[in-house]
C-alpha cells in the first residue's frame, strides 16, 4: 500500500496490525553522465517497491524523500552536474515533523532505508544521522506530550526493561547492509549501473559513459544480471527482517 492513496479504513486496519511504514531516504545528486541524478534514491525506492507488490497488503510505503545532504564531494551543481545539498539540520526539522506526526498518527513500526554515503554508517553521514536524530527527537517529545514529565519514572514504567522498547518504533537503516560484503560498493559504477539497469533500464544511458570520471569507469562491466542477484539479496534481506515472509505463511495458511 501506499501511505498517499490509502483511505482512512486502511490506515485503521493497518494500525491494528501495527503494519511496517517503509521510507526512501535518499539525494539528488551527480552520476557521471550515464546515470540520472536521483540514483541513490531511486535504488531504495525500486527496492521497497518491489517489496510491496510481493507483499501488497503487509507494507505501507510513504512517498520518497530525494532531498536529503548529497553534500558536492563528488561535484558541485556547476556544469549541468546540477547536485543539490540541503543542509543536515533543514532535513532533521523536517523529518522530526514527519515523524512526530506518524507517531500521532499511532504508527509505531517506521522503517526508512539509506544508500547515499554509507560506508560509514555506524559512524553516521549527514542524511542517515539527520533523520536518526529527528526519530529520537520525535519519539522523546511524543512521550512527554502523551504522558507527561517523568514518564520514565514513573512506577507503570517499572517493566521498562523487559518489554517492548518505543525507541525501537523509528529505525533507520542502511539499504544494502546484507550484500554490500559480497558485492562491495561505488558510485555510478558497476554495482550502482547494474542495480540501475534491472530497476529502471530505461533510465541508464551507457551511450553517454565516459571514462573521464574515474569512479564510473568500471560500469562498463555492469550487467543487468549482477543487478537482478544485487536487488534480489537486498529485498530478501529486508523481507526477513520484517518478518514478510512470516507473515506470506500465515496467509496461506489461512
Given at each position: 500500500?501506499?501511505?498517499?492513496?490509502?483511505?482512512?479504513?486502511?490506515?485503521?486496519?493497518?494500525?491494528?496490525?501495527?503494519?511496517?511504514?517503509?521510507?526512501?531516504?535518499?539525494?539528488?545528486?551527480?552520476?557521471?553522465?550515464?546515470?540520472?541524478?536521483?540514483?541513490?534514491?531511486?535504488?531504495?525506492?525500486?527496492?521497497?517497491?518491489?517489496?510491496?507488490?510481493?507483499?501488497?497488503?503487509?507494507?505501507?510505503?510513504?512517498?520518497?524523500?530525494?532531498?536529503g545532504a548529497a553534500s558536492y564531494a563528488v561535484s558541485g551543481p556547476e556544469d549541468g552536474h546540477?547536485?543539490?545539498?540541503?543542509?543536515?539540520?533543514?532535513?532533521?526539522?523536517?523529518?522530526?515533523?514527519?515523524?512526530?506526526?506518524?507517531?500521532?498518527?499511532?504508527?509505531?513500526?517506521?522503517?526508512?532505508?539509506?544508500?547515499?554515503?554509507?560506508?560509514?554508517?555506524?559512524?553516521?553521514?549527514?542524511?542517515?544521522?539527520?533523520?536518526?536524530?529527528?526519530?529520537?527527537?520525535?519519539?522523546?517529545?511524543?512521550?512527554?506530550?502523551?504522558?507527561?514529565?517523568?514518564?520514565?519514572?514513573?512506577?507503570?514504567?517499572?517493566?521498562?526493561?523487559?518489554?517492548?522498547?518505543?525507541?525501537?518504533?523509528?529505525?533507520?537503516?542502511?539499504?544494502?547492509?546484507?550484500?554490500?560484503?559480497?558485492?562491495?560498493?561505488?558510485?555510478?559504477?558497476?554495482?550502482?549501473?547494474?542495480?540501475?539497469?534491472?530497476?529502471?533500464?530505461?533510465?541508464?544511458?551507457?551511450?553517454l559513459h565516459t571514462n573521464r570520471d574515474w569512479f564510473a569507469q568500471s560500469a562498463l562491466n555492469a550487467t543487468k544480471e549482477i543487478g537482478r542477484d544485487?536487488?534480489?539479496?537486498?529485498?530478501?534481506?529486508?523481507?526477513?527482517?520484517?518478518?514478510?515472509?512470516?507473515?506470506?505463511?500465515?496467509?496461506?495458511?489461512?
Open positions: 500500500m501506499h501511505y498517499h492513496e490509502m483511505l482512512p479504513c486502511q490506515v485503521r486496519e493497518a494500525l491494528k496490525k501495527q503494519l511496517p511504514v517503509l521510507l526512501g531516504i535518499g539525494t539528488l545528486e551527480f552520476h557521471s553522465e550515464h546515470l540520472p541524478l536521483g540514483v541513490d534514491t531511486q535504488i531504495v525506492q525500486g527496492c521497497l517497491e518491489r517489496l510491496e507488490k510481493q507483499y501488497p497488503n503487509d507494507v505501507i510505503l510513504l512517498p520518497p524523500f530525494y532531498y546540477a547536485t543539490i545539498d540541503i543542509d543536515s539540520m533543514a532535513i532533521c526539522t523536517l523529518a522530526e515533523q514527519l515523524f512526530t506526526g506518524l507517531l500521532e498518527a499511532g504508527f509505531r513500526n517506521i522503517h526508512g532505508f539509506v544508500y547515499h554515503q554509507t560506508e560509514n554508517f555506524n559512524q553516521g553521514m549527514p542524511t542517515d544521522l539527520a533523520f536518526r536524530f529527528a526519530g529520537r527527537r520525535a519519539i522523546f517529545r511524543y512521550l512527554e506530550k502523551s504522558r507527561g514529565r517523568g514518564w520514565w519514572g514513573d512506577s507503570s514504567m517499572k517493566e521498562y526493561y523487559s518489554g517492548d522498547n518505543i525507541f525501537d518504533s523509528i529505525q533507520i537503516h542502511r539499504l544494502a547492509e546484507e550484500v554490500r560484503n559480497h558485492f562491495g560498493g561505488d558510485h555510478a559504477g558497476k554495482i550502482e549501473t547494474s542495480a540501475m539497469m534491472e530497476l529502471y533500464p530505461q533510465l541508464v544511458h551507457m551511450e544485487y536487488v534480489g539479496g537486498i529485498v530478501r534481506h529486508w523481507e526477513e527482517f520484517l518478518g514478510l515472509d512470516k507473515q506470506a505463511g500465515k496467509a496461506s495458511e489461512q
